[in-house]
Structures are given as structure tokens and as C-alpha cells.
């Protein structure tokens, strides 16, 4: 969550018509996005541990279809 909480910060800070341009608006982004996908991945496994299995595949399917729809260009 820190992670796609900075990464969102640095969208904000670089925004795409600085004199920077749009490559560290786009990085920091695709950082923010894979940490939301990314989240409920690495949730998954804690509550398989619990006892919590369809939590558990819910979590992992929601982590890896947003993962895979960000990479087919959602």
C-alpha cells in the first residue's frame, strides 16, 4: 500500500506536459498500478494460512486479473 501510495504521489509530482515529460508520469503510474494488483496477491496467502481458502482464491483472482488487464493495455 506505501508503495502505491508514493508511486501515486510521483503521478501528481510529474505531470506528463513537465519539462520532464511523460516518461516519469508513466513509470511512477505503472509502479502504482502494478502495487494495486499486486496487493491482493500477496493478501492471498495470509488467509489461505487462517483457513479463509475462498477468500484466499478470490483475492488472488482479483490480484491477477487486474495485473493482466493493465498489461493488455485496460
Known amino acids: 500500500a506505501y508503495v502505491s501510495a508514493l508511486a501515486t504521489l510521483g503521478v501528481a509530482a510529474t505531470p506528463l506536459d513537465s ?4 516518461m516519469p508520469h508513466a513509470a511512477a503510474a505503472g509502479l502504482s498500478y502494478a502495487a494495486l494488483g499486486a496487493m491482493p496477491i500477496l493478501a492471498s496467502r495470509p488467509l489461505m494460512r487462517r483457513g479463509r481458502g475462498v477468500a484466499a482464491l478470490a483475492s488472488l483472482t482479483a490480484g491477477a486479473g487486474r495485473l493482466t488487464a493493465k498489461a493488455w493495455g485496460d
Do not use: A, T, V
Open 19 to 22: 519539462s520532464l515529460g511523460g
